[in-house]
């Protein structure tokens, strides 16, 4: 009895180490680059409108879980699509999303993030890094950084703005356009195609 308390109590030892909370510094500083060396930086130059998509295109590619991210926001229709069909929609999300981003990030021209706070989710593998932008009109915005760390390597998941999880808008617009058309995923497609021009 003796021996199989002890091999429990070892089973979930490891358990514990291999399920090991995020490292909230590490997400900290991932987040402070991101935001202090990429998106100040780009968003109070006076870079063009290609240039600053270009910047963007790499921050995605550094700094976010894009796969993750795309399978989330199709829902139950990634696994309905073809394997052609989830290549295609993961460029053109990502494309998409350049450059919406790179214009949404222009509100905040001239403003600096200050960070407040982290904290770690209800999976202990994700953090909230909660940071605020001040405005002109005396309310700070919110931006909190979902924050995903998977085998050592840290993503972000989602970007939530004033309340507003842009993953979660994303899916609940894309799952219900899909649904409502009559050739589903390749509507979306389509969709996504004429936006990005």
Known sequence: MKKIYLWVLFFLGVATI???????EKALSMVE????????????????????????????????????????VLGRYWRKAS?????????????YNVKTWSKRFDEFKGKKFIFKDVIIGSNPNQAFVKTEVPMDDGKPATVRWRV????????????????????????????????????GVDSLLENLREKIK
């Open 18 to 24: 291999a399920n090991a909370a995020i490292d909230k």
């Open 148 to 183: 995903s760390d998977k085998d050592g390597v840290l993503k972000i998941i989602d970007i939530i703005i004033e309340n507003v999880s842009l993953v979660q808008t994303a899916r609940n617009e894309y799952t219900s356009f899909i649904a409502k058309s009559p050739k």
């Open 83 to 95: 394997v052609a069909q989830r290549v295609e929609f993961v460029f053109l999300y990502k494309e």
């Open 33 to 72: 680059n991101l935001t202090k060396k990429g998106i100040e930086e780009i968003v109070n130059s006076d870079a063009s409108v290609s240039e600053k998509n270009e910047v963007f295109r790499k921050l995605f590619d550094e700094n976010l879980d894009i796969d993750f991210i795309s399978r989330y």
